[in-house]
T-cell receptor, first 113, second 115 residues
Framework: KQEVTQIPAALSVPEGENLVLNCSFTDSAIYNLQWFRQDPGKGLTSLLL?????REQTSGRLNASLDKSSGRSTLYIAASQPGDSATYLCAVHHGGATNKLIFGTGTLLAVQP | GAGVSQSPSNKVTEKGKDVELRCDPISGHTALYWYRQSLGQGLEFLIY????????KSGLPSDRFSAERTGGSVSTLTIQRTQQEDSAVYLC?????????????FGPGTRLTVL
């Protein structure tokens, strides 16, 4: 059974700092991995999707990496801003007949001005 | 263009009542998903539609939960005889296709409170 874990559960940093969020999964047979952010009381906003054949994806100040063999992904946020404060979720997708995403436990990020 | 929309945004109901939650996927998206987010359980998959058929209903927690999708577009999630443990945020997502490239886009959710 696939289990997805995110570390740390919560993180508080001063504005301008670079930071790394971690995601690990137990079954490396994934099709892709998706990072989301969730603002309080809101739905999920897709940030980056990495396919299993890719090693990393970049969007603006965000960079996500994927090491399938070790079951790990990281989300790097450069020059953090207070507007980055949110819960960050990673999710893995197994594909095939079951197209569901299996979500991690989330990291609550607070960027202090 | 328009994203995934869900209605109502909030629903308060009494225990034992039935509720219907609606999802409008992004136009042209063939795959539709329902998830539930509750305290202590995180985000969990409920059901997946490809077109109008539901090849994966494995996440539905009990037979009180059902969902349908008509015309390959709008989907309705129905919870019969609601219980307090059904209180959660119900999220809908859609993707262009179901397959290896499967970026899912989420709606704002429906917050269900069962008193």
């Amino acid at each position: 059974k696939q289990e997805v874990t995110q570390i740390p559960a919560a993180l508080s940093v001063p504005e301008g700092e670079n930071l790394v969020l971690n995601c690990s999964f137990t079954d490396s047979a994934i099709y892709n991995l998706q990072w989301f952010r969730q603002d309080p009381g809101k739905g999920l906003t897709s940030l980056l999707l990495i396919q299993s054949s890719q090693r990393e994806q970049t969007s603006g100040r965000l960079n996500a990496s994927l090491d399938k063999s070790s079951g790990r992904s990281t989300l790097y946020i450069a020059a953090s801003q207070p507007g980055d404060s949110a819960t960050y979720l990673c999710a893995v997708h197994h594909g095939g007949a079951t197209n569901k995403l299996i979500f991690g436990t989330g990291t609550l990020l607070a960027v202090q001005p | 263009g328009a994203g995934v929309s869900q209605s109502p945004s909030n629903k308060v109901t009494e225990k034992g009542k039935d509720v219907e939650l609606r999802c409008d996927p992004i136009s042209g998206h063939t795959a539709l998903y329902w998830y539930r987010q509750s305290l202590g359980q995180g985000l969990e998959f409920l059901i997946y539609f490809q077109g109008n058929s539901a090849p994966d209903k494995s996440g539905l927690p009990s037979d009180r939960f059902s969902a349908e999708r008509t015309g390959g577009s709008v989907s309705t999630l129905t919870i019969q005889r609601t219980q307090q443990e059904d209180s959660a945020v119900y999220l809908c997502a859609s993707s262009l296709i179901a397959g290896t490239y499967n970026e899912q886009f989420f709606g704002p959710g429906t917050r269900l409170t069962v008193l």
